[in-house]
């Protein structure tokens, strides 16, 4: 089956560092790949997605590449804020499927 | 983009009682719903798929009798929580998936339903 793999956190940065969250993946085919992102108490939004090799998603300054060779979607921004503190998750959606498979989570504290 | 909507955002309710959580697609119609709990500091669990117009169709675990859902039109999925106790207590979160043909697949969230169970 599918199943979806990341960093465990929680992930502790100072205002302006750079982020890397790791992501990697399980799936036959080709999945769509997606970033959510849960603020606290809130649902999930989609930060950003891919749907084939190579493409880059981007959103707020996340950037996400669909890496098939190494199966992985890194999600990395260049300068994070206070305001990114949030939980992140990497999730897809199989070939012929509409279900999405979700990782467990990565959380991510920012301090100034 | 796309917005889902529920209600109520949060309901404390004594044991024994039923529980009624609507999600809405507000501008978009969405033909799947999907309902998921999640646990503090865990990611979210898929309890259920809606299809409108027809049964939902329950992951392996949830009770379809606890747990009713029903998708009665294009923008609207209720989760009724019946006979609720305090180990039903959780953040219940809902889905709706915007397919358009040609397009990706994608899933859009609504901001959740804090229930508390006394």
């Known amino acids: 089956g599918n199943s979806v793999t990341q960093m465990e956190g929680p992930v502790t940065l100072s205002e302006e560092a750079f982020l890397t969250i790791n992501c990697t993946y399980t799936a036959t085919g080709y999945p769509s790949l997606f970033w959510y992102v849960q603020y606290p108490g809130e649902g999930l939004q989609l930060l950003l997605k891919a749907t084939k090799a190579d493409d880059k998603g981007s959103n707020k300054g996340f950037e996400a590449t669909y890496r098939k060779e190494t199966t992985s979607f890194h999600l990395e921004k260049g300068s994070v804020q206070v305001s990114d503190s949030a939980v992140y998750f990497c999730a897809l959606i199989g070939a012929g499927s509409y279900q999405l498979t979700f990782g467990k989570g990565t959380k991510l504290s920012v301090i100034p | 983009g796309a917005v889902v909507s529920q209600h109520p955002s949060w309901v404390i309710c004594k044991s024994g009682t039923s529980v009624k959580i609507e999600c809405r697609s507000l501008?978009?119609?969405?033909?799947?719903m999907f309902w998921y709990r999640q646990f503090p500091k865990q990611s979210l669990m898929l309890m259920a798929t809606s299809n409108e117009g027809s049964k939902a169709t329950y992951e392996q675990g949830v009770e379809k009798d606890k747990f009713l859902i029903n998708h009665a039109s294009l923008t609207l999925s209720t989760l009724t929580v019946t006979s609720a106790h305090p180990e039903d207590s959780s953040f219940y979160i809902c889905?709706?998936?915007?397919?358009?043909?040609?397009?990706?697949?994608?899933?859009?969230f609504g901001p959740g339903t804090r229930l508390t169970v006394l």
């Open positions: 501008d978009f119609q969405a033909t799947t």
């Open positions: 889905s709706a998936r915007e397919w358009l043909a040609g397009e990706t697949d994608t899933q859009y």
